[in-house]
């Protein structure tokens, strides 16, 4: 699904990521861990395609470069970036720009596009699945959104779009464990065998509810560690230092 | 140019003023026009937007127009709402329907045979629209009556020759607890440049509410200046929302008077500027009533080489206590060669006032174009979504749900021809 292949990231001359190695399987779920500044969301952001970096390396997205498709064409192939801050857009209504970027993807897949009636029915369910509020759907997007339910319609996004490959950037931070528990479920649910999880976290708190394959420790720009989901237990105990 | 318009004048005074009298106070008007020439940027009203300049480039001469045509072709009218209409043709009254309402309660005529206007103040557009006026109209919504569906006046435009100057007055008179909503449709189906020059009075009697609409359909050489000159009485209200999307140049500078106590005026706009359009809306606000609430909301984008202006003034009289002034202009630029001019001004004599402005402009953010792009969406949609979504708070002020959304198609179907 993702290979990642000696990355290295730089910005403004500073070095964030140092030749990091990664490989990712179809239905598996990586956890990567990592103190603050050890490059997690550089990471995803160059995943996602974000500007201004200044990169080496090579990342294979579905045995194609990643780096010759366009912001838009790695969200058309299914590849989904849960932001650690979602952006506030004022003056566009949360359902209109998720019907908009449902059907954006529908259509460079060749499926149908949605009409707003068949829309609504599915982002009903899926919001109701969340315990989403079918008023939230009115708002203008995120703005004045609980930190909550910022990260909550990030997750409502990610099962309407239905994506291969899933990073979470620090989705539970900020979460209260009702959320965390609507986040993990919501994450369980779209978990099958073709499609994969990234998930960066600060703490162990959210792999208590969603078990990964494997969990990476991310320092100084490189994995310093891999282990079994135990890895985020012990580091739960014994903190970055020790490892 | 003026030498020119003075021989057109001259043979059009004597053709249209039956009467010496009359003939005379247009020729006055004329007079004091042809001394001041059109405004240029010397002038404080118009430091952003150089008239004389822009016509001088946009026309050699220009001529009136006296020719009335009976029947014409127009298939645009709104058809998304009910609506009673009048309809100008080349700036002459055509015909109307007023199928909607009790025709008792609402009194009109129009201006082919009426009266002279004074010249009054320095305004040079509105002298020479003194002058040479041809038609118009004059509107009593009467004591107590409430229109039950909007009205749209239709000024339709189809000139074929070099008869492009339009000159036309829209007075109407909203009487005490009466309610109008008015939309004023200018559209020029032709290619002839036309420059069309509006003076309108607008009087909200008692308790009256009168909301006012204007958007126009001009071409891209055409000129528009529009003039509202609006007195509101005690509780009565005023609403205005100008969609300013089309003509090389359109200005719409309201004067709206809070006479008495309790009176509001509302005045918001949404301005699409491009390919070298110039647009501006200009407000004075003068608070005289006490517990008079004024409030301005006016959202730009511009693109392509555009120019778009907002000069708003709120004034609060020494007498009008309990003044709830806001104004706020926000602007987005597209390219580097636009130009966004914004000059707020509150001038305050009483001391027990709230008043409040702002003024923003700056580009698109980009963090929000690249959040929109990794869910799908090419960079060009994102950024028609944000503009969008950035002119639709203007268009939320709009109180009438119909309109509102006839409105948010026209400015949706503006954004997708965006290039």
């Not at chain 1, 598996?28 to 103190?35: K, T």
């Not at chain 1, 990169?55 to 058309?76: P, T």
């Not at chain 1, 509020?133 to 995120?142: F, M, S, V």
Request: hydrophobic fraction near 35%; proline fraction near 2%.
């Amino acid at each position: 699904m993702l290979k990642i292949n000696n990355l290295t990231a730089k910005i403004e001359n500073k070095s964030i990521l140092n030749g990091l190695n990664l490989e990712v399987k179809p239905g598996e779920i990586h956890a990567i861990m990592g103190p603050n500044g050890s490059g997690k969301s550089t990471l995803a952001n160059i995943l996602s395609g974000k500007k201004g970096y200044e990169i080496s390396g090579e990342i294979n997205y579905q045995d194609k470069d990643l780096f010759k498709l366009a912001i838009e064409e790695r969200a058309h192939k299914g590849l989904f970036l849960a932001f650690q801050y979602p952006l506030e857009i004022p003056g566009v209504r949360t359902s209109n720009f998720l019907k908009t970027s449902l059907n954006a993807i529908r259509k460079s897949n060749g499926k149908k596009e949605l009409d707003a009636l068949e829309f609504l029915k599915i982002v009903k369910t899926k919001a109701a699945e969340l315990k989403i509020d079918e008023k939230t759907l009115d708002r203008q997007l995120n703005v004045g959104f609980s930190g909550g339910e910022k990260k909550k319609n990030e997750i409502l996004q990610m099962s309407l779009f239905e994506p291969k490959m899933v990073i979470l950037d620090e989705t539970d931070s900020g979460l209260d464990i009702d959320a965390l528990k609507i986040v993990a479920n919501g994450v369980n649910t779209l978990r099958n065998n073709g499609r994969s999880f990234l998930i960066i976290t600060h703490y162990q708190r959210l792999l208590d509810y969603i078990k990964p394959d494997f969990v990476h420790i991310l320092m100084n720009g490189k994995i310093a560690k891999t282990g079994c989901s135990d890895l985020a237990l012990e580091l739960e105990k014994v903190g970055y230092n020790k490892i | 140019m003026i030498e020119e318009l003075k021989n057109t004048f001259e043979s059009f005074n004597k053709k249209i003023s039956k009467k010496d009298t009359i003939a005379k106070i247009r020729s006055d008007n004329f007079e004091k026009f042809s001394q001041l020439g059109f405004p240029s940027k010397k002038l404080e009203d118009w430091k952003f937007s150089d008239f004389n300049q822009i016509i001088s480039n946009k026309f050699k001469n220009i001529n009136i127009n006296l020719e009335q045509q009976n029947k014409f072709k127009f298939n645009n009218y709104i058809k998304e709402f009910e609506h009673n209409k009048i309809v100008f043709l080349n700036g002459f009254y055509n015909n109307h329907s007023f199928n909607y309402e009790n025709e008792e309660k609402i009194l009109f005529d129009n201006l082919k045979t009426g009266p002279a206007y004074e010249p009054q103040g320095t305004n040079s557009l509105n002298l020479l629209n003194n002058a040479f006026f041809t038609d118009g109209l004059l509107l009593y919504v009467k004591n107590g009556y409430q229109c039950k569906k909007p009205l749209v006046i239709y000024n339709v435009f189809n000139t074929k020759n070099d008869n492009n100057f339009f000159n036309q007055k829209i007075i109407i008179n909203v009487e005490e607890n009466s309610k109008l909503d008015l939309i004023i449709y200018s559209i020029n189906l032709n290619s002839v440049p036309i420059f069309l020059n509006t003076s309108n009075f607008f009087l909200v009697e008692k308790y009256g509410l009168l909301k006012l609409f204007c958007i126009n359909e001009l071409n891209n050489n055409d000129l528009n200046y529009n003039l509202s000159q609006v007195n509101v009485t005690e509780n009565g209200i005023f609403e205005n929302f100008i969609l300013s999307c089309s003509s090389a140049f359109f200005k719409n500078d309201i004067q709206c008077i809070l006479k008495e106590k309790h009176s509001s005026g509302f005045i918001n706009g949404a301005i699409l500027a491009q390919d070298n359009q110039h647009h501006e809306i200009k407000t004075n606000i003068e608070h005289i009533g006490q517990n008079t609430k004024s409030y301005q909301k006016i959202k730009s984008v511009l693109n392509k080489n555009s120019k778009a202006i907002f000069q708003g003034k709120i004034y609060v009289d020494s007498n009008a206590q309990k003044t709830d002034g806001y104004q706020l202009s926000k602007a987005i630029i597209l390219d580097q060669n636009s130009e966004f001019d914004s000059k707020p001004e509150l001038e305050i004599y009483a001391d027990d006032v709230k008043c409040s402005h702002g003024s923003t402009s700056g580009s698109l953010d980009e963090d929000a174009i690249f959040y929109l792009m990794t869910r799908g969406l090419s960079r060009f949609k994102a950024r028609k979504l944000l503009i969008k979504g950035f002119l639709v708070d203007a268009i939320e002020t709009i109180t009438n749900e119909e309109i509102k959304k006839y409105f948010l198609n026209k400015l949706e179907n503006k954004i997708n021809e965006l290039r």
